[in-house]
């Protein structure tokens, strides 16, 4: 079974530039996931889907960042303009359901540097 | 609100001793607990899970937990430490929320092995 996929591993940006994350989920899961991981930090959920609706998304900074997932599969994170505390490794997961016993599946994350 | 503290940021153990690395939750509904192992530049791997039933769950890797409901605690241990066991360990807990599954992450423990 294919694993989650994520796109580019990682990336160099200046701040205020713009930049996107690609992710594929495990076929058949329902459930995706970003997070945002800095540096010595646990994992932070930004945003939470189900099929292609959004249902959690509390802590996504909305001035800056966006994602959809079109079509319930594939989900695209963007960061519109870029600031330095932007530096950390984004991890996409996947899981079969929503609900709570439910283990996810990471991605090898994309290691974003903002200078 | 659900909440997770792993004390100890870092964990330094020799090849072959014991490893105990500790988690403590919070939550107002029967949890379920998770944790999971990151490799460097690698995304998040599930090693246990408890969800119902038998309270001392066995993971892979020769890692288990057990779920201490009074004193609300789901320690990670492994009788004896492999130089590959080297990474950060992460512990999670989860809920049923509103219909969907409800996530928070530890600030996660870096394993050193000692040769």
């Known amino acids: 079974e294919a694993g989650v996929a994520q796109s580019p591993r990682y990336k160099i940006i200046e701040k205020r530039q713009s930049v996107a994350f690609w992710c594929n989920p495990i076929?058949?899961?329902?459930?995706l996931y970003w997070y945002q991981q800095i540096l010595g930090q646990g994992p932070k959920l930004l945003i939470q889907?189900?099929?292609?609706?959004?249902?959690?998304d509390s802590q996504l900074p909305k001035d800056r960042f966006s994602a959809e997932r079109l079509k319930g599969v594939d989900s695209t994170l963007k960061i519109q303009p870029a600031k330095l505390e932007d530096s950390a490794v984004y991890l996409c997961?996947?899981?079969?359901?929503?609900?709570?016993?439910?283990?996810?599946?990471f991605g090898q994350g994309t290691r974003l540097t903002v200078v | 609100a659900q909440s997770v503290t792993q004390l100890g940021s870092h964990v330094s153990v020799s090849e072959g001793a014991l490893v105990l690395l500790r988690c403590n939750y919070s939550?107002?509904?029967?949890?379920?607990l998770f944790w999971y192992v990151q490799y460097p530049n690698q995304g998040l791997q599930l090693l246990l899970k408890?969800?119902?039933?038998?309270?001392l769950v066995k993971g892979i890797n020769g890692f288990e937990a057990e779920f201490k409901k009074s004193e609300t605690s789901f320690h990670l241990t492994k009788p004896s430490a492999h130089m590959s066991d080297a990474a950060e360990y992460f512990c999670?807990?989860?809920?049923?929320?509103?219909?969907?599954?409800?996530?928070?992450f530890g600030t996660g423990t870096k394993l050193q092995v000692i040769p």
């Open positions: 999670a807990v989860s809920e049923d929320s509103g219909g969907y599954q409800k996530v928070t």
């Open positions: 889907f189900q099929n292609n609706g959004v249902v959690d």
């Open positions: 076929s058949g899961h329902a459930t």
């Open positions: 939550s107002s509904v029967p949890p379920y």
């Open positions: 997961a996947s899981s079969f359901q929503a609900r709570g016993n439910t283990e996810a599946f």
């Open positions: 408890y969800t119902t039933g038998a309270t």
